[in-house]
């Protein structure tokens, strides 16, 4: 098995050339996760042993989820950060190329094809960036040497070590962000596990260099979630003069309906039920403040990534694609 072979074979090298770097062989933490996976998931001890020592502490991985957020910026500045004529002209490129794929996708699972494409162009620049670090360098020293979140990432280097080896892969091999999240779509092993599918039915879960499994995974991703197939994602809203505006940006979650927002000064002219459940939010235009009605397919979208900013950046460039493309066929 790869998992086995491809392990044993390469360590003698990888050991060399990364002498300069600390492993986790001796890391309190990563003994008792040891434990743990041997008992709980029949690993075999010797192996993960060697993984341990392989699995090396990065510096940069720390400094990067340590460095501080950037202040939040406005919407206009954000926008234009992802919606590139390079953006959209990747996304038409990928589309035209992945139609059938596309096709296949939105008809299994109700998600459109622009709202796929987008996602992958924001993540990987349509599989152009998908990180650069190994994923077991960045799960382990996430898990054993940042006590800020270990419970998180052990748990999502427990499932990549899973997921490894039920695909039979090496699990030195692959490489994603600093923060492990692998693939066209960026999913972190617990998604993988969960979403992630053979869409092509080649007996493989490739998210890594197969896109036909890659945009099924992402459309599985959605509808799992409860993407509503031909519903609207946003509606524009143009507050009263006595609206509540302490119900703006009060939460991600759709705590009330299309009706109650209504109710409380921020009406729609859109076709949407009363009885949509519904969020409002507020974006920074270059104008002034912008007012939007969250419906349950925007509230999907910040399911994938929770910011405001960037499900309307992800709806906003599946539309422009449609416009580049001059429409959906």
């Known amino acids: 098995m790869k998992w086995t072979t491809g392990l044993l074979a390469g360590m003698g090298i990888m050991l060399a050339a990364c002498a300069q770097e600390a492993g986790h062989e001796d890391n309190v933490n990563a003994q008792a996760f040891v434990d743990y996976m041997v008992a709980e998931h029949n690993f075999d001890r010797d192996q993960l042993m060697m993984l341990m020592r392989e699995a090396k502490r990065k510096d940069s991985i720390l400094k990067a989820i340590k460095r501080p957020a950037e202040k939040a910026k406005p919407w206009y500045e954000y926008r234009k950060i992802f919606l590139t004529p390079q953006s959209i002209a ?21 998600v459109p094809a622009e709202m796929i494409v987008a996602i992958i162009g924001i993540e990987t620049r349509y599989g152009g960036n998908m990180g650069g670090y190994r994923v077991l360098d960045a799960l382990a020293t996430l898990a054993f040497d940042y006590p800020r979140r270990a419970k998180f990432f052990t748990k999502e280097l427990e499932n990549y070590l899973i997921l490894t080896r039920d695909q039979d892969i090496d699990p030195t091999t692959l490489k994603g962000s600093y923060a492990g999240a692998m693939g066209y779509g960026q999913f972190m092993p617990s998604s993988y596990r969960a979403y992630a599918v053979d869409f092509n039915g080649d007996g493989h879960v490739d998210i890594w260099t197969d896109t036909e499994d890659a945009i099924g995974s992402v459309a599985n991703y959605f509808a799992k979630h409860g993407w509503l197939p031909l519903e609207p994602v946003v509606v524009l809203t143009n507050p009263r ?58 509230w999907v979208i910040t399911r994938y990534n929770r910011s405001r900013l960037y499900a309307m950046a992800a709806y906003d460039l599946a539309q422009e694609i449609v416009k580049a493309r001059g429409g959906r066929s």
């Open 90 to 110: 990747g996304g038409v490129d990928f589309w035209d190329k992945n139609a059938k794929a596309l096709s296949d996708a939105e008809k299994k699972y109700g």
């Open 241 to 298: 003069p006595n609206a509540d505006m302490t119900v703006v940006n009060d939460s991600l979650d759709l705590k009330w309906t299309v009706g109650e927002l209504a109710e409380k000064g921020f009406p729609t002219t859109a076709q949407v039920a009363p009885d949509m459940p519904a969020n409002v939010f507020s974006l920074e235009t270059e104008q002034g403040k912008q007012y939007w009605i969250g419906l349950n397919n925007f």
